[in-house]
């Protein structure tokens, strides 16, 4: 079993920062890979990023060059840095974790993710 907890959401103007964090306890918490979804009213929950227990990352090509995922040496804290926010990023962002294998050409699905946290609030203002 494995607990999420997010923070670091908030409102930022168009162009702004946030940085998110999510903290993972429990058996294997450590291990196992995670990833940044978000999900906006009315819409499909989509990946933003993902970083395997190896340290092999993922992006979506909307937030590439502007979204940094990284973890702690223990590898139960992963982090979410975005830059250059812009409005359509909008969204409940929601942590997961779950074991995730990334290789080159895999996109992360939901289904690689067995965890989840309750989800933080972000708005990007124009």
């Known amino acids: 079993q494995v607990q999420l907890q997010e923070s ?8 702004g920062s946030l940085r998110l964090s999510c903290k993972a306890s429990g058996y294997s918490a450590g291990g196992s890979g995670k990833g940044w979804f ?14 395997d227990s190896r340290g092999r990352t993922h992006y979506a090509d909307s937030v590439k060059g502007r979204f940094t995922i990284s973890q702690d040496n ?10 250059n926010m812009k409005p359509q990023d909008t969204a409940t962002y929601y942590c997961g974790a779950g074991p ?19 989800g933080t609030q972000v708005t990007v203002s124009s």
């Open 100 to 118: 995730l294998r990334l290789w080159d050409g895999y996109i992360p699905l939901e289904s690689d993710f067995g965890y989840w946290g309750q």
């Open 38 to 51: 978000r999900q906006a009213p009315g819409k499909a929950r989509e990946e933003v990023a993902a970083i």
């Open 8 to 15: 670091g959401g908030g409102s930022v103007q168009s162009g």
């Open 74 to 83: 223990a590898k139960t804290t992963v982090y979410l840095q975005m830059n």
